[in-house]
């Protein structure tokens, strides 16, 4: 089993910037991915970054240009990191770890929102 602990949320004004955590604990194989995904009020849950144990990067339309993605390995902890902020990033922000051994694990979510 597989614990994801979210951090980093919070209110913050157009323009500004966040930096999102992500710690895992639990049963972790070392070959995995790890991810952010947003869900905002009436929309889908979309992908904002993905990043594989080895450092390659996936981007969502939602994450390219001014979201950066990074982990710690060691830490088994990631990292997003969020420029240049816009109302329209305003949403949950979901931690999601995958492996091939079929773990498939999301935190709790933290609310991050913009304001104009």
């Known amino acids: 089993q597989v614990q994801l602990v979210e951090s980093g949320g919070g209110l913050v004004q157009a323009g500004g910037s966040l930096r999102l955590s992500c710690a895992a604990s639990?049963?972790?194989?070392?070959?995995?991915?790890m991810g952010w995904y947003r869900q905002a009020p009436g929309k889908q849950r979309e992908l904002v970054a993905r990043?594989?144990?080895?450092?390659?990067?996936t981007y969502g339309d939602s994450g390219k240009g001014r979201f950066t993605i990074s982990r710690d390995n060691a830490k088994n902890t990631v990292y997003l990191q969020m420029n240049s902020l816009k109302p329209e990033d305003t949403a949950v922000y979901y931690c999601?770890?995958?492996?091939?051994?079929?773990?498939?694990?999301w935190g709790q979510g933290t609310q991050v929102t913009v304001s104009s």
């Open positions: 990043i594989t144990s080895g450092g390659d990067t």
């Open positions: 999601r770890l995958m492996s091939r051994t079929g773990i498939d694990s």
């Open positions: 639990g049963s972790i194989f070392s070959i995995n991915t």
